[in-house]
T-cell receptor
């Protein structure tokens, strides 16, 4: 049973436009959510996170929105740049306040930003 | 942020040999580290959770005698693939857990490409 789902395996966006990557989860115990970016043959890079007590977190061109009632989060990248082309993983953590580091990952969405 | 290194970045070995991969947290101490495996075009698969000073916790289906994990210090975890076979060829990635501002984040190493001939 997949607890974190990224239903779009790929997404293509024109440079300068907004990229919206979506993620759904089923476990109501998740209280901390993260987005990672991964280039081929490299480890994932932490991008941005959000706690379940918030509904929005912004860092430069990246904004993560959390809708707890819908168990849905999204990552907005604006404006999109060719260097943003990568696989983006959504991840969730339960009991993070109690010290758990374990993450449940989605399968990833490959973003292609077209110049 | 935080920096995690892995060594080696790439290794090619003969079938039947053992390979050790090191994972180091360079600028922070990590009581918990993780080992993942990634097959081509697939998502990350958690293999095991490595806890400093105690035995690793392996995920279902991962052979603990084949994938030996040692987390002897707060900055180093090692994964040894014993008696490697071609089906063990994969991209292995480690991560280290860091607590920041009341939340826990995993920071990943750059990965190790293992090719078993």
């Amino acid at each position: 049973d997949q607890q974190v789902k990224q239903n779009s395996p790929s997404l293509s966006v024109q440079e300068g436009r907004i990229s919206i990557l979506n993620c759904d989860y089923t476990n109501s115990m998740f209280d901390y959510f993260l987005w990672y970016k991964k280039y081929p043959a490299e480890g994932p890079t932490f991008l941005i996170s959000i706690s379940s007590i918030k509904d929005k977190n912004e860092d430069g061109r990246f904004t993560v929105f959390l809708n707890k009632s819908a168990k849905h989060l999204s990552l907005h990248i604006v404006p999109s740049q060719p260097g943003d082309s990568a696989v983006y993983f959504c991840a969730a953590s339960a009991d993070s306040g109690a010290g758990s580091y374990q993450l449940t990952f989605g399968k990833g969405t490959k973003l292609s930003v077209i110049p | 942020g935080a920096v995690v290194s892995q060594h080696p970045s790439r290794v090619i070995c003969k079938s039947g040999t053992s390979v050790k991969i090191e994972c180091r947290s360079l600028d922070f101490q990590a009581t918990t580290m993780f080992w993942y495996r990634q097959f081509p075009k697939q998502s990350l698969m958690l293999m095991a959770t490595s806890n400093e000073g105690s035995k690793a916790t392996y995920e279902q289906g991962v052979e603990k005698d084949k994938f030996l994990i040692n987390h002897a210090s707060l900055t180093l975890s090692t994964l040894t693939v014993t008696s490697a076979h071609p089906e063990d060829s994969s991209f292995y990635i480690c991560s280290a857990g860091k607590r920041e501002r009341g939340t826990n984040t995993q920071y990943f190493g750059p990965g190790t490409r293992l090719t078993v001939l």
